[in-house]
């Protein structure tokens, strides 16, 4: 495991750690394993969680091209918004720089970076979830729900993965989101239920669609609950 100090002279200073987790038989260690810069943009929106970059390593032991970026935390996906994709960015650029020692065949796997607040550590329970903390007064505010689902304009289905289906994994999997101000929902982390019915529940969730809310006129993001019910 990597680990640095970014930018000791903002406000808030932050911990970058990285960990390659690749799949193949030779097991490639790690050469270089490069930190990314923590986006400027942090000074306005302060965020922290693991982005995951999936990579493809060549025999020579260099990735070759980076794929998909998730994260951080437990951010949903499809979000856009221009915090989220600096931070995305900046993890596939350092990404793209690791070096491995050389095998015979190349392999795929991810590089996940760890982004955390040092003065606020997350508790181990906490270290998949997004942490979103408003430090500008334009920011908009969050205010908290309980159940959700009766609430959605549109509450997308969760598919019945065949690995539950062949344990005859059912129940109930609760999900606890973020909806932005535009009735996306920005962030999704399941809080229980069966672990092979989870990420199914999470990725409905984050497919889901909800009014917008509005405070005294202005527009705050909403933290609840979804709750999905897997029956045979």
């Known amino acids: ?16 750690t990285a960990e390659a987790n690749l799949e193949s038989t030779e097991k490639p260690a790690v050469v270089s394993l490069p930190l990314p810069d923590y986006p400027t943009k942090v000074k306005s929106v302060l965020l922290k969680g693991q982005v995951r970059v999936a990579v493809y390593v060549n025999h ?14 437990a951010v949903c996906d499809a979000v856009t918004d221009p915090i989220v994709m600096e931070m995305r960015k900046a993890a596939a650029e350092a990404a793209g720089k690791a070096v491995f020692t050389p095998t ?5 796997g991810w590089i996940n ?7 606020k550590l997350p508790s181990k329970s906490e270290g998949a979830r997004i942490n979103l903390k408003d ?10 729900h309980g159940p959700l689902n009766h609430k959605a304009i549109h509450l997308a289905k969760p598919y019945f993965p065949a690995a539950a289906k062949a344990v005859r994994a ?10 932005d101000t535009d009735g996306s929902v920005f962030s999704a982390e399941a809080t229980g239920g069966h672990p092979l019915l989870r990420a199914s529940a999470v990725a409905a969730a984050c497919g889901s669609k909800f009014s917008p809310t509005l405070l005294s ?5 909403v933290e609840g609950i979804i709750s999905y019910n897997f029956v045979p």
């Open 217 to 221: 006129g202005k527009p705050v993001r």
């Open 1 to 16: 495991m990597f680990v640095g100090l970014v930018d000791p002279a903002l406000a808030q200073t932050y911990e970058v």
């Open 135 to 144: 430090v500008s007064e334009d920011a908009p505010s969050t205010v908290g």
């Open 60 to 73: 020579e032991g260099k990735v070759a091209s980076t794929g998909a970026v998730k994260g951080p935390g």
């Open 170 to 179: 059912t129940g109930q999997v609760p999900v606890q989101i973020l909806i």
């Open 113 to 119: 970076y760890d982004f955390q607040l040092l003065e």
């Open 104 to 108: 015979s065949y190349g392999s795929t």
